[in-house]
């Protein structure tokens, strides 16, 4: 039994003549007939009796009838769903990224992939590299878009990296240092310090060679935070320094509220922003949609960067 012999049969039914059905199916009568009989066949059952030159369903027909159609409608339900999966409507997706890049990015992204596609269904996981790489190798994220150096070296997952950013200082607008050339670090120390999230510890080492400091690095900021609206709030209402990648201040940038500092020798941390994924896993088509906005986003933030002043090179 298939569905297609199910379609014939309630053809039949909904018509009450083999020749309308058969037109209804395109197909000749005798291939309808030939396709009753064995439908009649495997369910051993007769499913119509001929009276008056009419099919009349028998009482097994009627018994079977509302299974035949929920079965047939599950299939056409199944083929849709199919095509709306293909077309990036439908299935579910796991995605995360970091809180700087999530502020500007996450928004954005959730309401391109939910236009038109009321079938996707949609889980986000904001967090550091480290918590996010767990989570994909525990397949309970799909993809992630941060900091793709962590995952370079591992051959069970693939990368492509998008975006390497550049990293600065900043402060608000009015700021007692704003204006001021060639800043040292010891003029930055003189301030409040903000670290926008989580360092690792090799970061922590680079920065204190780059500006010939020792001891630990985390017990010069004041306030460690990952969240981007906080670190905006309370950078715009103090005098607090910051460094961090432009993008995490890419949106006061272009607003004018904060701005880069000139403090040399300037920042050389490294950051290569892009996409990392399991290595041979199947995604759900949405996440091509996904990977398309995430492409042109990470790509336009250079031109975006540079049309808000950039943070100091």
Request: hydrophobic share 45%.
């Amino acid at each position: 039994m298939n569905t297609r012999q199910l379609r014939h049969l309630l053809a039949v039914i909904e018509t009450g003549s083999v020749s309308a059905a058969a037109d209804r199916v395109h197909l000749s009568q005798p291939a309808l007939s030939r396709s009753l009989r064995a439908l009649e066949d495997e369910l051993r059952a007769p499913l119509f009796d001929r009276l008056d030159r009419r099919l009349v369903p028998t009482p097994f027909a009627q018994a079977y009838l509302a299974r035949a159609r929920r079965i047939v409608f599950e299939e056409a339900e199944g083929a849709r769903e199919l095509s709306l999966m293909h077309s990036g409507r439908a299935g579910s997706l796991a995605l995360g990224m970091g809180s700087a890049l999530a502020r500007g990015l996450l928004g954005r992204l959730l309401v391109e992939l939910m236009a038109g596609a009321p079938g996707l269904r949609l889980r986000t996981l904001i967090e550091t590299t480290d918590r996010l790489l767990d989570a994909l190798r525990n397949e309970t994220l799909d993809f992630f878009v941060g900091d793709v150096r962590a995952a370079d070296t591992d051959s069970d997952l693939q990368v492509e990296p998008l975006y390497t950013c550049r990293f600065g200082w900043f402060a608000r607008q009015g700021h007692p240092l704003e204006g001021r050339r060639a800043l040292t670090i010891a003029d930055v120390l003189r301030h409040s310090l903000i670290a926008p999230g989580f360092i690792g510890p090799e970061d922590e080492r680079r920065f204190l060679r780059r500006y010939g400091l020792t001891g630990s690095m985390l017990d010069r900021f004041t306030l460690q935070c990952a969240d981007g609206g906080t670190v905006s709030q309370v950078m715009l209402a103090t005098d607090a320094v910051m460094p961090a990648i432009e993008l995490t201040m890419l949106e006061e940038l272009r607003a004018g509220s904060v701005i880069a500092l000139d403090v040399q020798p300037v920042l050389d941390a490294e950051l290569v922003l892009g996409i990392v994924q399991r290595a041979g896993r199947t995604l759900a088509p949405a996440a091509a949609r996904a990977f398309d906005f995430v492409r042109q986003y990470l790509v336009g933030l250079e031109a975006e960067a540079a049309s808000a002043g950039g943070a100091a090179r």
